[in-house]
């Protein structure tokens, strides 16, 4: 039995006209052979991992501007929306930063619990605001009014990366790229651009 929000469900993100998929005129209706063509057309692929976390990402930090008081448009919001956001993530952080006077402090594997605090690890914040600052320009921010790829958020997060880095114990390195150079003569793979 077709329920009456079928056709909505197949008009949106689709081909297909809306007034011909509410009425369902002849376009894979019944169990005929056809009818799994047009299930292909109504189905987008799954998102990949890292698409489904960014949509789950922009929707939290959406919820979030939306449960200030006042509540904070999109378009209003600026860095510090970010660094009050990055600030309150930290409460469901599971990563123990040894504070200052903390007997553990600077060590990466503690030989005993303490009362320290748990915290976002930076590479979490870091890769969160990557996959934000992506979301941002993809529901149509402009990349110069990207509050996520502010200054200020990128010394918020080198001081996050330093202050656990010593608290733990553990130094963060750089990736550093790796570079493959070529000799003159090789190819770097298996299609090259054609010169006219």
Partial sequence: MMSINKGKEIAEGSSIPATIAGAGVGVGVGAGAGAGV???QRNPPPLSRYESQKRR???????YLRNQRPPVALPQ???????????YLDQFGKTKVHLQGCVFFG????????TCPLRQAWGSLDALIGRLRAAYEENGGLP???PF???AIRIYLREVRDSQSKARGIPYKKKKK???????NEVSSSFQIQQP
């Fill in 149 to 151: 790829a502010s200054g």
């Fill in 77 to 87: 919001c600026k860095a510090n929306h970010v660094l009050e956001f990055l600030r």
């Fill in 178 to 184: 790796k570079r493959n150079p070529l000799k003159a």
């Fill in 144 to 146: 110069e009014t990207n």
């Fill in 107 to 114: 060590q990466p594997e503690p030989p005993g619990p303490c």
């Fill in 57 to 63: 990402d922009w929707n939290t930090f959406g919820q």
């Fill in 38 to 40: 047009v299930g292909d």
